[in-house]
């Protein structure tokens, strides 16, 4: 069945400090895969976005992600975390319908 | 910017209340969704549709309905509300693969 996973359910880093949020995919193909993030109580925005190509996507606010079709996975990183990064995190992926399925998201606290 | 507006930010309705959420979209999208999200559950889908008067159930559609008679608006029917749909609900609609845009959310809390 397809789906998305998301192993971490909260992880705290200081800020400053570099981000890596896990993301693995269980697809037949090559899937499309997104991140989303969702500040309290707001809907989702958009963070990046992988369909092909170039496997190393870049995203808004400063966030990138790699796809590893050998670990499938699709891990979002940030090289210097903000306070403001405080946040859920989603992971989405679609085996090419129009549906996503979304992982059970990542809380990300930041200490000063 | 693509833009999804539900109409109600905060909703507090009574047990047993026929509900509507509605929810609209400003760029042509085929494609709209209603799901719900609850802490460690993630969001679930409830209904989707690709065209009007289409639709199509979602992994929880027990206890809700929907209606697209335009292309642009996507409401959710709750007929008979009850406390275990006390929720966040979210809209969203996208074109073709492209990726999902959200709407706010209506946060309904059901007595």
């Known amino acids: 069945a397809q789906s998305v996973t998301q192993p971490d359910i909260h992880i705290t880093v200081s800020e400053g400090a570099s981000l890596e949020l896990r993301c693995n995919y269980s697809?037949?193909?090559?899937?499309?895969l997104f991140w989303y993030v969702q500040s309290p109580g707001q809907g989702l925005q958009l963070l990046l976005k992988?369909?092909?190509?170039?496997?190393l996507v870049q995203g808004i606010k400063g966030f990138e992600a790699e796809f590893k079709r050998s670990q499938s996975s699709f891990n979002l990183r940030k090289p210097s975390v903000h306070w403001s990064d405080a946040a859920e995190y989603f992971c989405?992926?679609?085996?090419?319908?129009?549906?996503?399925?979304f992982g059970t998201g990542t809380r990300l606290t930041v200490i000063p | 910017d693509v833009k999804v507006t539900q109409s109600s930010r905060y909703l507090v309705k009574r047990t047993g209340e026929k509900v509507f959420l509605e929810c609209v979209q400003d760029?042509?999208?085929?494609?709209m969704f209603w799901y719900r999200q609850d802490p460690g559950l993630g969001l679930r889908l409830i209904y989707f549709?690709?065209?009007?008067?289409?639709?199509e159930k979602g992994d929880i559609p027990e206890g809700y309905s929907v209606s697209r008679e335009k292309k642009e608006r996507f409401s959710l029917i709750l007929e008979s509300a009850s406390t275990n749909q006390t929720s966040m609900y979210l809209c969203?609609?996208?074109?073709?693969?492209?990726?999902?845009?959200f709407g706010s959310g209506t946060r309904l809390t059901v007595v």
């Open positions: 760029m042509d999208h085929e494609n």
């Open positions: 697809y037949g193909a090559t899937p499309y």
């Open positions: 989405a992926g679609s085996g090419g319908a129009n549906n996503l399925f």
């Open positions: 549709s690709y065209d009007v008067k289409m639709k």
């Open positions: 992988y369909f092909s190509g170039d496997t």
């Open positions: 969203a609609s996208s074109f073709r693969t492209d990726g999902y845009t």
